[in-house]
């Protein structure tokens, strides 16, 4: 049951905050993992390649349990020109058994659900839905927060776990705007593949993954790259572009993304 007060609220169930609400719950802190999206992970638009070392110390032999879709076995590395490509393929045979390599392509939309119950199921308070707007404060101290549509929590800690836009940090000037300079813009598209076609396609066996990264045309020479990972029955495909490429060659992700799915090689 939510309460109003707590000794640490965590704000975001992403991976940073999952880890962070299960590690305090773990110790015995009464700890209220925030998260606005009505789900854990249904914000989460990263591809994804999910390097699990850190998540094994944390619980160990997570891939037993967790919704993980394909240990990566296979990485290519490609630059494309218009029409043909150059390509580094690695298969690494020692990644096809325990621990895998702790590297598996996961879809965040399942992945980040079980990754908040496993806090959740340590003694966090989970609440969904929950879009922190503001922090609290009192006597020039952090108090708490407050959320959408009125309610607040009190808090002596609170742990931003927002992600990359961290408009919460940024309100209360712990954290400036990212020129955008350094910042990059991603999109993805997860397309449906039976597990027939991406074996066959993509020359794999088993349950097998493998992780792709495109470089030059892939991104008609923006400074990015593209990907594409298999998962179970699907496979993600996207690329990411810093801001101020896109802005000078003057073409949405979204049509780059479109062309890139169009290359001949
Ligand atoms: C297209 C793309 C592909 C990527 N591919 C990979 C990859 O293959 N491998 C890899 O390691 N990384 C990848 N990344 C990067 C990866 O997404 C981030 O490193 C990772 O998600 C950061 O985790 P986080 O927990 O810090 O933040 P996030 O995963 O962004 O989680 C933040 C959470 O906080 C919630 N939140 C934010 N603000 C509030 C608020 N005010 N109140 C309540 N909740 C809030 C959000 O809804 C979200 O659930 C990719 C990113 C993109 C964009």
């Not at 940073?16 to 999206?37: I, K, Q, Y």
Request: include cysteine.
């Amino acid at each position: 049951m939510p309460q109003d007060s707590y000794d640490a609220v965590v704000v975001g169930a992403g991976l940073a905050g999952s880890a962070c609400a299960l590690t305090l719950a773990r110790n015995g802190v009464r700890v209220c993992l925030c998260e606005r999206g009505a789900q854990p992970g249904e914000k989460s638009l990263s591809g994804m390649v999910l390097y699990g070392r850190p998540l094994a110390a944390l619980i160990p032999f997570f891939w037993k349990e967790a919704p993980v879709e394909r240990p990566i076995v296979r990485r290519r590395v490609a630059v494309l020109s218009r029409d043909s490509e150059l390509a580094l393929d690695l298969r690494f045979e020692e990644f096809n058994h325990p621990p895998y390599n702790y590297t598996f392509s996961v879809l965040r939309s399942r992945f980040d659900r079980w990754f908040a119950k496993q806090a959740a199921d340590t003694g966090a308070t989970l609440l969904t839905g929950a879009l922190v707007d503001d922090l609290l404060w009192e006597g020039g101290k952090v108090a708490g927060v407050a959320i959408r549509g009125g309610a607040t929590l009190k808090a002596g800690v609170v742990v931003s776990c927002e992600g990359t836009n961290a408009f919460l940090a940024e309100k209360a000037k712990l954290r400036d705007r990212p020129p955008h300079r350094k910042v990059a813009v991603g999109v993805k598209e997860v397309l449906a593949m039976s597990r027939e076609v991406i074996q066959e396609r993509f020359g794999l066996e088993g349950n097998e993954g493998i992780a792709m990264e495109f470089y030059g045309q892939s991104v008609r020479g923006l400074v990015g790259s593209a990907f594409l990972y298999t998962n179970q029955d699907s496979i993600s495909v996207g690329l990411s572009c810093s801001v101020e490429s896109l802005i000078a060659g003057k073409i949405p992700p979204a049509e780059l993304l479109a062309q890139f799915k169009r290359h001949p090689a």
